[in-house]
Structure formats: structure tokens, C-alpha cells
């Protein structure tokens, strides 16, 4: 299930894919940073790639006619890439797809690869000179990028021949490529409309990114604006006299960005390249009417010149120390921006920032940030007002339409929306009217769309996401809008049904989807109500089947937790005992329902929420989805149903002669070592997932592919029997387990209550104290994994693991 029938997109995303090309190999040219992660995601998708560097300048003598010497640069590049910590690779043995080699002895090999793309360094000169080659060594067809930041695309074409230039473009990833979701499209003059149209399908469908369009001008659409937001941030900080920790504070999570912020941003994407594409804008763009906000401060100066580069030197605006604080964590100083000192950080005390704890909205702290009277306050809107009007000023010059700028934005700077989307929220009339109060100038066509009488940039209208096109002056449906489901555009209509924390949509064609709408998307009682709910009124109303899903970072972090302690603090056995059976009574009603129940997961899939989608008819799974049976780290096992269906899928794969002690040991050690799948890829590896199950590369298609998979399954769909033939080794299994569980403990692998634990989940997988192997339902193992949850929950070990999971959301090893 790892090979390219997972990678490729559902039958109906396939039809959308036009015009028809074939990607087989892709050669890469460049292993740095940038170059290994696109030759990495490219093996992720299932393609053959050739990743070429330069033969490295400083060879011995005797190294000179010696491959593995000559292939140096490439091959240290995947060697990292590999053992990176933030992998490139959705399951490292994709690294095996990736064949390297040198631009003197292998260039000639590009001559049958499908896609062409460069990646090296900055400088037009070499670029030119690379592309000489390629245009020597290529087959006529194929298509040539450049993933550039900023050297205009056209420029890199010139000399080249002609069917070069029909299928030359620029496709600009961004860092990291696996993690960040934009991929920028840009054409020439001579860029052949089908090769433009291919590369906006092929991201989107198969690399599962957010493609946008854009024009060939400086630094394109996401660091365009990105990098001004940042500078002006930066301008208003020293003018507002505010601390970096308090600027992190206010433009991070607070307002739907990285929680790293503005100033932590910087650190980590490297202050030297920071200050080449400020640099590069400020060359580039003279006539840009901000473009004195893209001159380097004296305190970035101070960095550079003192190669404080940020993550990369140790230290930028943040210095780590190796001293602890109180409560043992290490101390990072903050770089004091008047006296360019290093000091202790400090805890922001900002009364707009009190303002908004415990908002969940970011509308609402949105607005309370932007109407703050404090510093904080001014921040903010002096920001938001520069930024209102510089977005409306870059159009029509690097965009025709306001959603590029908001995609690029959102999927290259992980902004939660865009700046026209930030101005919807702040009201536009209200936007014009402060920021032309404050000194800015507005484009005029934003004018021209209030006088015309719109009040919004855009509106949802019968579920579909519309968005005003200047050149028609009307709202238009968001291109690709049916093939996405956004589930705010169905708050206009009434639900088909509602609890506490869920709510039942009407997503057409006679299929519901469920919404979780707790914190974090916890499984409490009134998701479990709202899964019973669902289910029952779609077998009763005539619904074809039910998909459980939403649009939030994170599909789920699993059951409720506190509502399990305060149940095993207070020592209500009866009321955890009806609760963990409520839990698996609703997962179980997923499996045999009389219609499809379909998953699709994105992010945190974690506990609970595994085991729903493990239960599930299918399980549309994004690729970074993050999937694992993890209550072991709260001393717990798998309760609601996740212990059984391993010791189910143990079984199934018994085979006639089958030792099965290996097979069940490697089910158990999964669990007792909360093994997290880092991908949904790896999600098949650890059996999270099984063949019933299907990988989405683009997290936004996620919804409308679960969607077409309940219609496909619908179709003489037939419920499924409940299954009372599964094989346990009884006692044979569980002396192997303890064996294993106390090697564990001698290596100081695992602490007495791990063992405990492992040997908790070995008595459910093994049926329990039988004398020999036999088959058993999935009743018979229900009622053991709750016996064997409740015996866990009572000890102090595991009620100190829950609590301090709790207080410090982090676990306990006891």
C-alpha cells in the first residue's frame, strides 16, 4: 500500500486533471536545502528522481576518477535530508526512489526525465549557464522550471530555444518543501498555456499544494507582501517602543499566524536571507510606494554584522542559554532592540493581549486587537491598515484578483487568512476610512466596489465561496471551489442536526458531514451523541451515508480527558465504566451502520479519533496527518475499541503455519510504545491503516473526496456483519509479552508502569488468561480492553500521568 496506488488522487480528481501528461521521472538539479526537499517530496508522490550537484572544488588528487567523491554534494545532501528531524520524507524509505550523481559525468541523464527543475544557487549567470545544458540535453516536451525566489523567470529563458521557452516556467516552493503548502506558478510571454494549466492541477492534485498564479515581477506574490508585513511590523516596533517578546505576542497565534510571531519568524528563516530578498525588493521595486519599509534597521544591521544569523548561528533576535529557571526550563534572552544587549525575556503584560484570553474566535480577537487602546492596540492596526492598503495598491501589478494574494499568503506564510480576508473581518468601508485617516493611500477600485455598494471582498452564497472579480466588477465562484469543501459556507443553512460540540451538515448529493466543535476537537459526550445522532438519522431519513470531518488544523486529539480524570480522581468506576462503554458502542456503530461512514483526517489524529477512523468504511487521509494510539502517555490503553481492532488485525494476518507470536508482538509494542505515524504513509506502516483506506495529498480535498467515496460506496452498499472469528494465543501470547515488556524494563527502555501497561494491552490482544488459542468476538475482547482500561485508571501512577498531562500538556514518565 506504499507504492503509487495510495500516492495517486481519488478516480474523480484524476478527471480533473487537464491537459493529460505523464510525470514518470523528475530530474533536480541542485541538492541544497530547497533542492533535497523538492527531490524528497517528489519521491513522497511515488516519482523516480534524479537529484545532480556540482562536483565538489576541493577533490584530492586521488579522489579526482572517484564516484562517490565526485557525487559528494549530492549524496551528504540526501544523507541529511534523511536523518533530518524535520523530514522531507513522508516514510524515509521513499529516499530509495532518488538516484544522484554530479552536473560532469550525469547530466546527460536528464534527456528522459518528464520535469526539469533547477535549484541552484541565486545568480542569473549560472542559472543562464545551466539552462544552456538543459536545453542541450533535454527531450523535446518536457517541461523546465526554475524554483527561484526572485530572478525574473523570462530572464533565464533568453538564448533558449523555442520549445524550451513553450515549456519553461517558474514553480517556486517554499521552505520547508514537504510542510509549506504554496507552490507559486509563474509564466513568460513564452510559457505555453497547457504547461501553465498543468503545473496548477499537477500541485494542487498530486504534490498537494496550494498553487497560485502568479506574474513575473519581483519576488513574486508571497514574499512580496509577506516580507512587507514583516518590515513594517519590524518599523512600527522601534516606533512604538515595544519589546520583541511583546511584538511575538500580538502577530502570532493571537492573530491566526505562526506562533512563532514576527521576530522568531525572522530567526528561523535566517536574517542574511531575509535581508537579500528585502534588499532584492528594494533594488527591484523603485517606484513601490513602501519601498523605504524595506531598508534594514540598525538592529538587523547589528545581526548581520555580527553574524548573529538567528536558529542557524545560535542566536538573532533570541539567544538560548544552557541556565534553567525555576521550573527547569532553559532561559532565552531577548535581544533589547534600543541598547542591542541581550536580557533575560519577558512575559508580555499588554492589556490587549489580557483582552483576548480565552477568545476562541479570531474574528473576534481580530477586532479586539485592532480596537485596543494600548500599544499593543496601535500595533496592530497601524499594521493592518499599512498592509489594507498595500495589497490593494499591488493589484493589478502582481495579481488580477484578490485570492491569490490571500492564498499565497495563507499557504506560504501559514497565515490563517489573507490580508483581504483580515480586512472582511475589520469591515471594509471601516478599513478605508482609518487607513486613509492614518496616511495611507487605497486602490482605487476598492472605492470604486464600495460606491458600487458591496460591503465585502467575499461572501458565501448556497455553499459556495465567491469572491468580487475587478474586472467585472461582480462576485464570482472561487476557481476549484467544487472540488473543496469549506465547511463556513453551510452555516448560512440550518443543520440537519446539532449538539453541544458537533453540528450535522447537508454537504449535497444526499450525504451529511459531521463537524466536531470542541476544543481542539476532543471526543466528549456530545461528539459521541452527535456520531450516534448522525448515524441514525441517516439510516432512517434515506441519507446514501455520513462523512465525519471538518476544516480545522487538526482533525482530533482524542478523547476528553479531563472528563476520564474526574471521574477516576472522584472514584466513579460506575459512570467511567458507562462512559468508555458509550465510546465503544459509538465507534462499533461507525462499523456496522447501514450506511457508508466515512473519515477524512487532517493533522492530530490521535487516540479516540484513531480509533473512529480505524472503525470507519474508509478513511480519506490526508498526507500530513499525524496518527497514532498514544494513551499509553497518560498510562492508559486504547478504550474505545483501538486494543481490540489491533488484536482483529493481528488476526487477519495469521496465515496456515504461521508462528503469530512476531505478528501479535509487533501489535502490542505499537500501542505500548505510542508509536505516532508522522504521515499517513506511516499511518500503513504501524497499522493505523489498511487498504480500505486512501491517501489525499491536498488537505483542502480532503472533505470532497470523502464525500465521493460514501456516493461510490453507497451503491449497493451492504452493512457489515459483526465478526466473532478472531484468533487469540491466549497464555502463549501473554508469557511472549511479558518477556518482551520486561526487556524493555532491564534495558531502562520502559519504567514498571510501561510494563504494567504493555502487559495490560497483551492480556486484551491475547484474549486473556486463556489456556490455549481460540476464536473470540469482538464483544468478548470490548469487555476485557474495558475491564483492563478501568483496572489502569485506578492506579496512582496512571491518575498522576493524566494529571500532570493536564497541568503541563506534556506526559509524564513515571
Known sequence: MLGNDVLAPSATDQKKLTPKRHIKKVAVLGSGLMGSGIAAHCANIGLEVLMLDIVPFDLKEEEKNNKAARNRMADSSLKTAIKAKLNPFYNTKFASRITTGNFDDNFEEIADAD????????????KKQVFEKVDQYRKAGSLVSSNTSGIPIHMMAEGRSDDFKKHFCGTHFFNPVRYMRLLEVIPTEDTDQSVVDFFMHYGDLYLGKQTVLCKDTPAFIANRVGVYAMAKIQQLTEELDLRIEEVDALTGSAIGRPKTGTFRLGDLVGHDTSVKVAKGLRDNCPNDEQVSAFVMPGYTKFLIDNNFLGNKSGQGFYKKTNEKDANGRKVVLALNLKTLEYEPSQKPDLASLKAIKGMSSLKKKVNSLFEAEDKGGELIRRSFLGLFAYVSNRIPEISDNIYSIDDALRAGFAWDVGPFQYWDMIGLEKGIEMAEAQGETIGQWVKDMVAAGHTSFYKSENGVSKYYDIDSKSYKALPGASSYIILDNYRQQAPVNKTSESILHDIGDGVLC??????MNSIGEGVLKGIEEAIQIAEEDGWKGLVIGNNAKNFSVGANLMMIGMFAFQQEWDQLNFAVKAFQ?????????????????Q????????????HSDAAMVSAESYIGLVEVGVGLIPGGAGTKEFALR???????????????????????????ATSAHMGYEFGYLNSKDEVVMNMSRAIA??????????????????????????RTGLA?????ANELRLGNF???????????IGYVMCGGDLTSSQKVSEQYLLDIEREAFLSLAGTPKTQARIQHMLQKNKPLRN
Open 514 to 519: 459531521l463537524e466536531f466543535t470542541s476544543k
Open 585 to 601: 458502542d459509538t465507534v462499533m456503530r461507525c462499523r456496522y451502520s447501514s450506511v457508508p461512514v466515512v473519515v477524512a483526517t
Open 650 to 676: 493481528a488476526s487477519d494476518k495469521f496465515f496456515k503455519g504461521d508462528v503469530m507470536i512476531p505478528t501479535l508482538a509487533d501489535k502490542v509494542m505499537t500501542i505500548a510504545q505510542a508509536k505516532v
Open 603 to 614: 493533522g492530530f489524529v490521535f487516540g479516540g479519533a484513531c480509533e473512529i477512523a480505524m
Open 736 to 740: 511472549a509479552i511479558h518477556v518482551a
Open 705 to 730: 473526496d470523502a464525500k465521493d467515496k460514501v456516493i461510490s460506496l453507497a451503491t449497493n452498499y451492504i452493512q457489515p456483519l459483526r465478526r466473532d472469528d478472531i484468533t487469540v494465543l491466549g
Open 750 to 760: 520502559a519504567s514498571d508502569h510501561d510494563v504494567l501497561i504493555a502487559q495490560k
Open 115 to 126: 520535469w526539469i527543475i533547477e535549484v541552484v544557487v541565486e545568480r542569473l549567470d549560472i
